[in-house]
Each structure stands twice: as structure tokens, then as C-alpha cells.
């Protein structure tokens, strides 16, 4: 075998191949830079389908599994208002999920590899859900932090150059900015009505639930390989550090409303920067929650594969009356 005459025949291929790539890719860029929403069909780079799909399908996991806390609490909620309030969020959750999952396939994403990687282990989500809720209260501060954490990080991605994701996320920050409303609300009526153990209650959900949010947002910039790419690309239009000081920012004054403090003593104004300054965040747990070892890891993982295991007839049901209904149809 010639293998030199193969070399020689591969580096003749390479140049047309690679002008041909390159020309795509300037393009591509400039459809980029020019604000344009990339679609399902048009050319895009191998590595920028690879980081969407990594992307919304650790979103769409991370709505899954943000059902587990909070649906926790659905039979004890204390009023029937309360109860439907939550139940309709839950149900959100779901749908913001199945909204994303639909995102991730317009990309040749599978569904049942991408659950199956969740089911596995090997697919990440937001490590804020590995939490436990203990008490009542943290339906509320979840709703108020984790969902108002949320909304702060989605709304810039309403402008993602992925044309189904960004359309996806408008309806899911409409319905997140409902539930960071009753969350604070739910926070507020206990904190102005309720009994002194209510009241230290919430204080008690905010002291556990404060620095996980802060963490939401991601490790810094300088310690976030895929943020710049992602950002170059339209993908990710503020950085981690932006989104966490303007939720900080938002959060302390939230905070006064409700009457309740931050578990942060180095919090203050920076007249200088015009923002908080605050206090040095533990990376050692965001990584250890991250790579499986926080609170409710196991318990959450051992859920989802539950209940993909208990609704194997459901699937199954769905697709024998497919084929019922097309043997009707041809016949």
C-alpha cells in the first residue's frame, strides 16, 4: 500500500475542503455579528451544535428535576390557595422542560439519549436542585432566589442567536417571573402576619438557600472555559460574574422589603462601583454538589430513573395506539 501517495492525497483534499468550511464559517460569523437567529436548517459549526445541545439539554434537565423540591411539598401545603398555586408551578416546570427537549431535538439531539445521559449520571444539571426544601418556607425562598436567580440568568438568553431556544425561553421567563412573584409573596405574608416561629422560619430557608444561588450563576469568568466562545457566538450574552453581581444588587434590596438578612457580613455598598460588595463564595462545595456529592444528588437521580421506569407503560401505550392508528389509516 502507497500510504506516501495517501498522504499526498488527503493534503490535496484538505485545502477545498477547508476553504469550503471556511467560507461557511465566515458566514456564519457574520450572520452572527449582524444579530441574525440561526435556524434548525441553516449551515452551523460542529462545535456550536455540540455546545447548544450541551446547553439546553442540561437546561431542560435542570427543569425536570426542578419539579423534585418544591412538588415535595404539594400535599402539605398549608391553604388550598397556596396548594394550587404550587401545583401550577410544578406543572410549569414540566412544560418548560418539554419545551427545551424540543429546542435540543431541532439540533439531532435524541430525547432518549439525552434522558438516558441524565438517567446515567453522565449529563449535568443545575446543582441548586440537589437542596433539600425542609420547611415551607423554602417553597417561597426558592421561589423568590432560585427562581429569581433563574429569570436573571434566561432573560438574556431570549436573545440567544439559536432562533427555537430564544423563542422557547420567552414563554418559559413569562411563566419564571410569575413564580419568583408568588414566591416572594408567599415570603412576605409570613414575614408581616406570621408568628414569631414562622417569621424565623423564613429567615432560617434564606440563611440555607442564599450562597447556592449565588452559585447558580456559574464559577467566575476566568475559571468558565466555555463562556467566551459561547458569548463570541451569541449563545451567552452576560458573563457569570455580571449576572451575579446585578441578581446580588437586586436581591439586597429585595431583602429590606421582606425584612429578613443575608447570610453574608461582608455585604455592603460600594459607593466607588456602584454595586454590593460581597462575601467570598465556597467553590469547593459548588464542585462537590456538581460532581455528585451534595445533599439530595442521589435521592433526585433515583427519582427521575423511578419514574422513567414507572411510565414504561405509558410509553409503551402511546406507541401501540400509534400503530393501531396507522394500520387504520393504510388500510
Given at each position: 500500500?502507497?500510504t ?18 471556511a ?34 439539554s ?37 412544560g418548560?422542560g ?10 439531532d ?6 434522558l438516558a ?6 449529563a449535568?444539571?443545575?446543582s ?8 415551607w418556607a ?11 436567580a433563574a429569570?436573571?440568568n ?6 440567544c ?9 420567552i ?15 408567599s ?14 422560619m ?5 440563611n440555607?438557600w442564599w ?6 450563576f ?15 457566538w451569541?449563545?451567552k ?8 453581581q446585578k ?13 429578613v ?20 463564595i ?30 414504561a ?9 400509534e ?9
Open positions: 500500500m502507497d506516501d501517495t495517501m498522504a499526498r492525497d488527503d493534503t490535496a483534499r484538505k485545502p477545498a475542503r477547508s476553504t469550503g468550511d467560507r461557511l464559517e465566515e458566514h456564519f460569523e457574520a450572520r452572527i455579528a449582524e444579530g441574525e437567529f440561526i435556524e434548525p436548517k441553516d449551515w452551523m459549526p460542529e462545535h456550536y451544535r455540540k455546545t447548544l445541545v450541551r446547553q439546553i442540561q437546561h431542560a434537565h435542570s427543569e425536570y428535576v426542578g419539579m423534585l423540591p418544591e412538588g415535595n411539598w404539594i400535599t402539605r401545603a398549608p391553604t388550598l390557595k397556596r396548594k394550587a398555586i404550587l401545583l401550577a408551578k410544578v406543572q410549569d416546570e414540566a418548560h418539554l419545551y427545551l427537549y424540543c429546542a435540543a431535538e431541532t439540533l439531539a435524541s430525547r432518549d439519549r439525552m445521559a441524565l438517567h446515567s449520571g453522565q449535568k444539571y443545575s441548586i436542585f440537589n437542596y433539600p426544601t425542609l420547611t423554602d417553597v417561597g425562598t426558592i421561589g423568590w432566589l432560585v427562581d429569581g429569570i436573571m434566561q432573560v438574556p438568553i431570549c436573545r442567536s439559536y432562533g427555537p431556544y430564544a423563542r422557547a425561553m414563554r418559559i421567563c413569562r411563566e419564571e417571573s410569575f413564580h419568583q412573584r408568588q414566591g416572594f409573596d415570603l412576605l405574608v409570613m414575614m408581616q402576619q406570621g408568628t414569631q416561629a414562622q417569621k424565623a423564613v429567615q432560617d430557608a434564606v440555607r450562597w447556592p444561588s449565588v452559585m447558580m456559574g464559577p467566575p469568568d476566568d475559571q468558565s472555559p466555555n463562556s467566551a466562545q459561547s458569548m463570541r451569541g449563545i450574552r452576560i458573563s457569570n460574574d455580571e449576572l451575579r441578581f446580588i444588587d437586586a436581591a439586597v434590596e429585595q431583602a429590606k422589603v421582606l425584612g438578612t443575608l447570610p453574608d457580613p461582608e455585604l455592603k455598598w460600594n459607593e466607588e462601583r456602584q454595586h454590593y460588595d460581597f462575601g467570598r465556597d467553590w469547593d462545595e459548588f464542585w462537590r454538589v456538581v460532581n455528585g456529592n451534595g445533599p439530595c444528588n442521589r435521592e433526585r437521580l433515583a427519582a427521575c430513573v423511578n419514574a422513567w421506569d414507572d411510565g407503560w405509558v410509553r409503551e401505550a402511546a406507541l401501540a395506539h400503530r393501531k392508528q396507522q394500520v387504520q389509516e393504510a388500510a
